[in-house]
């Protein structure tokens, strides 16, 4: 992890009260790898006080993005930082997804949480693997994530608010293709309710390895203030372990987070 | 090496007055690919108890008006893995490691001094009785003069490292409490632990931290912090170690003037890794722009009679 003077080179609303930041940070480029992120300091006033972490978007050509929704007063300045602006920030932070050998690879974003899995969608590309992008979403507002992965990706959606007989949930997308005895690696990034669904939809079968995002309050970003606590199962030991979101995750197996709920 | 910098908390020699607060810095490792961690005086760890600790459940840590509210919980490994696992690495460090060591019971404080006071990478204990976040202990007895009378003597039984009493801005009167400390025979207090607060969800409208109330901290409570080293300083002669929201080089140099012989950051961690080293060059400057041959000469010149 490194501090760097990044400069803006976009800062651009994408859809409504939606954000993409793209920045020049060779540093941080080099070393990053999906469901990684950053920590934003948004200058020099007091408040609001912390860094604001956000994860990685897409990593090309020693620039990094990310994506995000203007939600309060934070996102709310960083919205209005113009290109040819400095930033300072610091990454890349925690540890992120580890792309499995396996013979498929589902990516399940809800809503903004899909931002880091179009880095991944990138790398699996690269890397010339076989990857399907399911999208869940209240309404329409993330349809625009399409034109920020590769083209030829297999993409589904999901509308909460779509005519019966349509799909509403990532669940409904899934479903149909959790049928195959294939292997298959899912990485997760969304909301928490997403993943427990997620999980009893793979009913702890053993030919599914999930990886699911964390999402917590931060404040130190680098695993000192112990802030983002999660509390994590991991067999053979006994007790539940508190680790951090920051370092240990964000990115951890379904199992260990919610392994008490099957 | 700027020598002019250097000072003393009992016989605790810093070669630069700036410590890292307890419980915002690890044990340092974490922040050692931002900045040599020897640009630092002193390394305060975090709070170490006898057993490990899992610290609270919940939502832990939440932002407010230039300040942040946490309700960690003293989550540790506690004292056989710090011994085992941390010191390893503290012991390379060629600054002063200062253990900060927190108990429900005296008995507990007792045996983690006797623990500690064999160990020669650590060279000084800071004595937290001023945790808000614990439900035993802790504050309990940072808010009680005559408990700190006790465990005060009682540890400097044990150890002749250097004693820092961490106190609690949690109360009516903090002079009263930091001379039960010195009078017991403290080399040092620590001041100001966080202050007790609350922020409430009005949505869910109930209270936003897992533990209820939470430790205020950052450029918030700068003000209070400086008052009350400014207060206490007149009660006592022990040394005092200055912190409460320490962002900008400024701060700094007014906790010392207030009194303070080291001042300690914490949150500004979070936000600048890089602090230290700004705040290191502007007391240089600062010295320099008002002939300060010595850190020393500095301490406490606020409290000079004013002029009529």
Not at chain 1, 55 to 68: C, K, T
Not at chain 1, 72 to 82: C, D, W
Not at chain 2, 33 to 38: E, G, K, N, Q
Request: proline share 6%; charged share 20%; hydrophobic share 40%.
């Amino acid at each position: 992890m490194l501090q760097e003077n990044a400069i803006i080179e976009i800062n651009r609303q994408v859809a409504p009260g939606i954000y993409y930041l793209r920045l020049e940070s060779p540093g941080i480029f080099s070393r990053s790898h999906p469901g990684q992120f950053i920590h934003i300091n948004l200058g020099t006033t007091y408040d609001p006080l912390l860094r604001r972490p956000m994860s990685i978007f897409n990593a090309e050509e020693d620039r990094i993005s990310v994506l995000y929704q203007v939600v309060g007063r934070g996102t709310e300045i960083l919205s209005r930082f113009n290109p040819g602006a400095s930033l300072d920030i610091i990454g890349p932070l925690g540890r992120g997804f580890e792309i499995k050998e396996k013979s498929r690879h589902f990516l399940l974003g809800g809503g903004i949480g899909s931002a880091p899995l179009v880095y991944l969608a990138h790398q699996l590309h690269r890397e010339n693997r076989k990857a399907i992008f399911f999208l869940g979403m209240r309404t329409e507002e993330f349809l625009f994530l399409k034109e920020f992965l590769p083209s030829d990706l297999e993409f589904y959606f999901s509308q909460e608010n779509s005519p019966a007989g349509h799909p509403r949930l990532i669940t409904d997308l899934l479903a149909p293709h959790l049928e195959s005895p294939e292997k298959t690696a899912l990485y997760c990034c969304g909301p928490e309710g997403m993943y427990r669904q997620i999980g009893r939809l793979c009913g702890g079968k053993n030919h599914f390895s999930i990886q699911v995002s964390i999402d917590r309050r931060m404040g130190c970003g680098v695993g000192t203030c112990l802030g983002c606590a999660v509390k994590v199962k991991n067999p053979p030991r006994e007790e539940p372990e508190i680790v951090r979101a920051c370092v240990e995750g964000p990115v951890f197996p379904w199992g260990e987070v919610f392994a008490n709920e099957l | 090496m700027n020598s002019k910098l250097k000072t003393k908390i009992g016989s605790l020699q810093l070669n630069n007055p700036l410590l890292t607060a307890s419980g915002t810095y690890g044990n340092g490792k974490e922040f050692s690919s931002f900045l040599d961690l020897h640009s630092w005086g002193g390394l305060v760890t975090k709070g170490l108890t006898l057993d490990s600790r899992t610290g609270n459940s919940g939502i832990r840590i939440v932002e407010t008006p230039a300040g942040i509210l946490n309700s960690i919980g003293l989550q540790n490994p506690g004292i056989e893995y710090f011994l085992r696992e941390e010191i390893p690495f503290l012991e390379k460090l060629e600054i002063p490691v200062i253990a900060n060591i927190a108990g429900r019971r005296i008995r507990d404080y007792e045996e983690l001094a006797r623990r500690l006071d064999p160990v020669p990478a650590v060279s000084a204990l800071e004595v937290n009785v001023s945790c808000p976040n614990v439900r035993e202990g802790g504050l309990a007895f940072g808010t009680n003069p005559a408990l700190i009378y006790e465990i005060t003597s009682r540890l400097r039984v044990i150890t002749d490292k250097p004693l820092i009493i961490k106190l609690t801005p949690n109360v009516t009167d903090v002079g009263a409490i930091a001379l039960q400390a010195e009078k017991a025979g403290a080399d040092a207090v620590s001041l100001i632990n966080t202050l007790l607060g609350m922020e409430i969800d009005i949505e869910q409208k109930k209270p936003l931290l897992g533990n209820v109330v939470g430790g205020l901290s950052g450029p918030a409570v700068r003000p209070v912090a400086l008052r009350m080293i400014y207060q206490v300083y007149r009660q006592i002669s022990i040394p005092i170690i200055g912190m409460g929201g320490i962002t900008r080089g400024e701060d700094a140099v007014a906790f010392i003037l207030a009194g303070a012989r080291a001042v300690a950051l914490g949150t500004v961690n979070f936000v600048n890794p890089r602090a230290p080293l700004e705040i290191r060059e502007y007391i240089l400057k600062y010295m320099e722009r008002h002939n300060f041959s010595s850190l020393n000469s500095m301490v406490g010149l606020a409290h000079q009679e004013r002029e009529a």
